[in-house]
Nanobody, 122 residues
Framework: QLRLVESGGGLVQPGGSLRLSCAASGFTLNSYAIGWFRQAPGKEREGVSCISSYGSTNYADSVKGRFTISRNNAKKMVYLQINSLKPEDTAVYYC????????????????WGQGTQVTVSS
């Protein structure tokens, strides 16, 4: 069964950091682009970062310089390092996968995880 599981969310103060993890199972990660998305209450799900199968990355303007995406194909893991957290980063964060296609920040992905909550508050 193809599956993505996110972890690493939590409550953090403004200015803090978190590292989100996305664990893949049931398929070989090497051929998949992985995207990270977030959805705040009452808002549309938005793409924040993605990484292609060969490691090229893309970021939404709102997170450039603060978010870093990386992958470890051998461990079947993708990570999102989030620094300088702001209250507006509060959202459920999802990872998603698409095979044999470039990474994009649109929601055109085939496989989604269930999300991990990130709350930024003092």
């Amino acid at each position: 069964q193809l599956r993505l599981v996110e972890s690493g969310g939590g409550l953090v103060q403004p200015g803090g950091s978190l590292r989100l993890s996305c664990a893949a199972s049931g398929f070989t990660l090497n051929s998949y682009a992985i995207g990270w998305f977030r959805q705040a209450p009452g808002k549309e799900r938005e793409g924040v970062s993605c990484i292609s199968s060969y490691g090229s990355t893309n970021y939404a303007d709102s997170v450039k310089g603060r978010f870093t995406i990386s992958r470890n194909n051998a461990k079947k893991m993708v990570y999102l390092q989030i620094n300088s957290l702001k209250p507006e980063d509060t959202a459920v964060y999802y990872c998603a996968a698409r095979a044999f296609r470039p990474c994009v920040l649109s929601k055109d992905y085939n496989l989604w995880g269930q999300g991990t909550q990130v709350t930024v508050s003092s």
